[in-house]
């Protein structure tokens, strides 16, 4: 698990898309919270608490098509 923002990477946060569908959340919620959790990676970037490439480019959608 990440322990500070640096630790967040696009293999984590798949993770924990991919739990949060086989929990069988609805698709709303889900969308929600990824979209959350983008906002809140951009933030990191605009205020150079985390340098490099945001990991929370992996969405919903990505995530259904990359594990079909």
């Not at 967040?8 to 609805?26: E, I, K, N, Y």
């Not at 990191?44 to 990991?55: D, F, M, R, W, Y």
Request: positive net charge; proline residues 3%; glycine residues 8%.
């Amino acid at each position: 698990a990440a322990r500070c923002p640096a630790d967040l990477t696009l293999d984590l946060l798949r993770g924990w898309l991919a739990a949060m569908v086989h929990a069988g959340l609805s698709r709303r919620t889900v969308a929600r919270r990824v979209a959350a959790c983008r906002t809140f990676c951009e933030w990191l970037q605009k205020t150079a608490i985390v340098h490099g490439e945001s990991p929370a480019r992996v969405g919903y959608r990505e995530f259904l098509v990359g594990n079909a």
